[in-house]
């Protein structure tokens, strides 16, 4: 069984670009989360995708968005970058579709750096 | 509203003392989801337990304990006889039955196993 893999393992950007992570999902898991994780931070909600389609987003702006493809991949697109954007951003993978919610499976993050 | 606490920011302890791991949350839903997660400095979220709010039976898993009362909205974290292996920072997080699919995660607490 493949775990929950990210990629990149880490990633410098300047302030104003845009950025894609990507996150392979655990397998048969057709859930996948995003996290923002500051450092010395707790991990922050961004969205959930279930099966392909938006299932819950958390208190980010619409620079934030994401994708989910058919076989349950994921991206994280960030644009116009801010410095405060620096962080572990964290996907995690599980089974949905029901009301209770199933343990969520972490990758490893992409650490992404703001100069 | 959904929060969840971890008061304790950083605990030391000796190898092979006992050390308990304190998290309280806040919530308005009469059903959530409460979990425990592992970061070692590896930086991967490791699950460790899910507990139901409809079931409040204390759960042990080898030298792992976890004791859940309602009453004080406290679900703390135990381990016994620690060792190196468990210095890492412990998350505890929520999850409720109205906050669509958002897990809200406490700030950690980083435990250092002094050998």
């Known amino acids: 069984e493949t775990g929950v893999t990210q990629s990149p393992t880490h990633l410098i950007k300047t302030r104003g670009q845009q950025v894609t992570l990507r996150c392979s999902s655990q397998?048969?898991?057709?859930?996948v989360s995003w996290y923002q994780q500051a450092l010395g931070q707790g991990p922050q909600f961004i969205f959930q995708y279930y099966r392909e389609e938006e299932n819950g987003r958390g208190n980010f702006p619409p620079r934030f968005s994401g994708l989910q493809f058919p076989n349950y991949s994921s991206e994280l697109n960030v644009n116009a970058l801010e410095l405060d954007d620096s962080a572990l951003y964290l996907c995690?993978?599980?089974?949905?579709?029901?009301?209770?919610?199933?343990?969520?499976?972490f990758g490893p993050g992409t650490r992404l750096t703001v100069t | 509203a959904q929060k969840v606490t971890q008061a304790q920011t950083e605990i030391s302890v000796v190898e092979k003392e006992d050390v308990t791991l304190d998290c309280v949350y806040e919530t308005r839903d009469t059903t959530y989801y409460l979990f425990w997660y592992k970061q070692p400095p590896s930086g991967e979220l490791v699950f460790l337990i899910r507990?139901?709010?409809?079931?409040?039976q204390n759960e042990i898993s080898g030298r792992y304990s976890w004791n859940f009362q309602k009453s004080t909205s406290s679900f703390n974290f135990t381990i016994t006889a620690s060792q190196v292996v468990d210095s890492a920072v412990y998350f505890c997080?929520?999850?409720?039955?109205?906050?669509?699919?958002?897990?809200?995660f406490g700030t950690g607490t980083s435990l250092t196993v002094i050998p």
């Open positions: 995690a993978s599980s089974l949905g579709g029901t009301s209770v919610p199933y343990e969520q499976y």
């Open positions: 397998s048969g898991h057709n859930t």
């Open positions: 997080a929520l999850r409720g039955s109205n906050t669509g699919n958002q897990f809200y």
């Open positions: 507990r139901n709010s409809f079931d409040e």
